[in-house]
């Protein structure tokens, strides 16, 4: 039983490194794509907030796109986290902590989806 719990906090920990680094290297490409042309891809001081834009952004390879994409993966992955030990709870079979950790995944997918107020 504490070699699976080891062998899990170990897999959470590489979880958390990997999307750390993909989103540092995502943001590193948009960097070095805004200083090469000198300009963010959106005109003005505009930045793109909506995630439809943000994903036309992305096929164009706009800058501002990139770094928001490696910024979205960075928040993304304490997110995906919680995920991850409610299914580790799950197979505890500890449903105290299934319960808990499912509501704050649902509060942190809640806040996600509507963090953005006009």
Not at 47 to 56: A, N, R, S
């Amino acid at each position: 039983m504490k070699k699976d719990i080891e062998r899990t906090e170990l897999t959470i920990a590489k979880l958390l490194k990997a999307g750390v680094l993909l989103s540092a290297a995502i943001i590193l490409i948009g960097l070095v794509l805004y200083l090469a042309t000198g300009t963010g891809g959106y005109g003005g001081d505009a930045f793109p907030t909506d995630p439809l834009v943000i994903l036309q952004g992305l096929a164009a390879f706009k800058p501002y796109a990139i770094i928001l994409l490696g910024l979205f993966i960075l928040i993304l992955t304490p997110i995906l986290r919680v995920g991850v030990s409610v299914i580790v709870f799950i197979r505890e079979k500890d449903s105290l902590y299934v319960a808990i950790t499912t509501f704050v995944f649902l509060v942190l997918i809640v806040s996600l989806l509507l963090g953005k107020v006009e």
